[in-house]
């Protein structure tokens, strides 16, 4: 089955960190480029970060530039997203997913379905 599984969250206060984990099952994580998206209650899904499949180009969205940092394993098949500094209003349900290239850069287009994502909860 092809798929990517989620991992790493929990309750983490104010200026805490957590790592998150994407393993990829069925399939060659190197050929792809791969998204963290992240949904809150209320909220729409947005993109928070994307890697190219080489890891040789990332991108963030402007709210965790210099907390959050993705990074891949390929021979682990797994994208990490390490978040530092962490806020309440990082609070939400954390998603990794496939997304679109434009060469060479990734984009956070996502492709294909979404996996149960893990939660991640800051609060003191």
């Known amino acids: 089955q092809l798929q990517l599984v989620e991992s790493g969250g929990g309750l983490v206060q104010p200026g805490g960190s957590l790592r998150l984990s994407c393993a990829a099952s069925g399939f060659t994580l190197d050929y792809y480029a791969i998204g963290w998206f992240r949904q809150a209650p209320g909220k729409e899904r947005e993109g928070v970060s994307c890697?190219?499949?080489?890891?040789?180009?990332?991108k963030y969205v402007d709210s965790v530039k210099g907390r959050f940092t993705i990074s891949r394993d390929n021979a682990k098949k797994t994208v990490y997203l390490q978040m530092n500094s962490l806020k309440p209003e990082d609070t939400a349900i954390y998603y990794c997913a496939k997304v679109v290239t434009v060469q060479p850069m990734c984009t956070m287009i996502p492709l294909g379905s979404w996996g149960q994502g893990t939660q991640v909860t800051v609060s003191s």
């Open positions: 890697i190219s499949s080489s890891g040789g180009s990332t």
